[in-house]
């Protein structure tokens, strides 16, 4: 299969994304050792609606990201469909 031409939104989108999925797995770190912190529990929360809301945003545009129904599939199914998260 030849390889898909993306837009650079997509390439801006995903790089968002892992940016700020990273923020989060640092503060899931930091807040497993410090629980009472509330600022780094308010940035948490800030970041995963952050992290959600793009998320819908570049499936809307893209195709699901997630599998096992965290992604929910337009008609017909669109995991078949190109581009997929790996192709980055």
């Given at each position: ?33 410090h629980p009472e912190d509330l600022e780094a ?15 819908q945003t570049i499936e809307a545009r893209y ?9 929910y599939s337009e008609y017909p199914w669109a ?10």
């Open positions: 299969m030849p390889k898909e031409t993306l837009p650079e939104e997509f390439y801006r989108l995903m790089e968002d994304l892992q940016t700020i999925d990273f923020v989060l797995v640092e503060l899931t770190l930091y807040l497993d050792t529990l308010k940035q948490f929360n800030t970041f995963s609606r952050r992290s959600r809301d793009l998320r195709g699901p990201l997630l599998q096992f129904g965290h992604s995991w078949a469909d190109p581009p997929w998260p790996w192709q980055m």
